[in-house]
Nanobody
Framework: QVQLVESGGGLVQAGGSLRLSCAASGSIFSSSAMAWYRQAPGKQRELVAQ???????NYAYSVKGRFTISRDNAKNTVYLQMNSLQPEDTAVYYCMLYHPPTGMDYWGKGTLVTVSS
């Protein structure tokens, strides 16, 4: 079974940066699409960024130009570099893996990012 382990969350001041990591177990990482979602208190979970197995990317408008998603297939890891963080970025960030050949998706447990003003 695929397991996703996230790290890098924490407290940062507005204007600062954080880098989230998500390491995936198993052998399907390279054939999978990866994404980061986030959920703020009282709000629905939203897609932040995604990257497919061909390295094409998409971003939510609210983070475009500030966040960068990348992957390292040799390490089975996806990253989210977050720059110019704002208080409205405060949320639990979730890593997601989607495996097109099987149609399966997997989720991490989430990591909390808190941006103070």
């Amino acid at each position: 079974q695929v397991q996703l382990v996230e790290s890098g969350g924490g407290l940062v001041q507005a204007g600062g940066s954080l880098r989230l990591s998500c390491a995936a177990s198993g052998s399907i990482f390279s054939s999978s699409a990866m994404a980061w979602y986030r959920q703020a208190p009282g709000k629905q979970r939203e897609l932040v960024a995604q990257i497919n197995n061909g390295d094409s990317t998409n971003y939510a408008y609210s983070v475009k130009g500030r966040f960068t998603i990348s992957r390292d297939n040799a390490k089975n890891t996806v990253y989210l570099q977050m720059n110019s963080l704002q208080p409205e970025d405060t949320a639990v960030y979730y890593c997601m893996l989607y495996h097109p050949p099987t149609g399966m998706d997997y989720w991490g447990k989430g990591t909390l990012v808190t941006v103070s003003s």
